[in-house]
């Protein structure tokens, strides 16, 4: 797996964390996560620096789950997915598909406690799951420090150092 490190700038006290995506050939990459959040920074994996390229889309995929409570023809009652009646709505454009690779729309919510009616193209099982996947766009963290200190310019030295000989004996 190759691993792309993005731009970490450093403008009068702020610095943007390091977002780390997958190499592909597409112009969206998946977000890969590399540290926790438990303060200790071991070395976990080595690579190389492909690009650094502020314009890269970074992803970030995240999967919403229900169960169908009630199990109709093509219809199903499904649970567990959302909690009110505004975020069944909200999301009721987008695609939802299942583990048996069934897929279809949300058709109305039922009641206020985010229990929805769902269409599919074929009988779902009891045992099958209702997925709904989303996606983000990622950008860095900007954190500020200030104690960062200032960039040193960098200057060309011209002069021409002599090289002198030495004997080996």
């Known amino acids: 797996m190759e691993l792309i490190a ?4 450093i403008d009068l ?3 943007a964390s390091l977002l780390y995506s997958q190499h592909s050939s597409a112009d969206k990459h998946k977000l890969e996560h590399f540290l926790q959040n438990n303060g200790m ?3 976990i994996t080595t690579g190389f620096l ?4 502020p314009d ?3 992803i970030k995929w995240l999967v919403l789950s229900g169960h169908p409570f009630k199990i109709f023809n093509k219809m199903a009652v499904v649970w567990y997915m959302f909690f009110n009646r505004e975020d069944v ?3 009721k454009p987008v695609e939802l598909r299942t583990k048996w690779d069934h897929r279809r729309h ?3 919510p039922l009641g206020t406690h985010g229990h929805m009616n769902c269409h599919f193209d074929g009988q779902l099982k009891s045992q099958d799951t209702v997925l709904l996947n989303l996606y983000k766009c990622v950008s860095p963290k900007w954190t500020y420090d200030p104690h960062v200190p200032e960039p040193v ?3 060309r030295n011209e002069q021409q150092i002599s090289v002198q000989e030495v004997e080996m004996e």
């Open 89 to 91: 709505l909200w999301f």
């Open 6 to 9: 993005h731009e970490n700038k």
């Open 153 to 155: 310019p960098w200057v």
């Open 56 to 58: 890269r889309i970074i």
């Open 41 to 43: 920074h071991d070395l």
């Open 106 to 108: 949300i058709t109305e």
């Open 13 to 15: 006290g702020y610095s």
């Open 50 to 53: 492909l690009s650094v390229d």
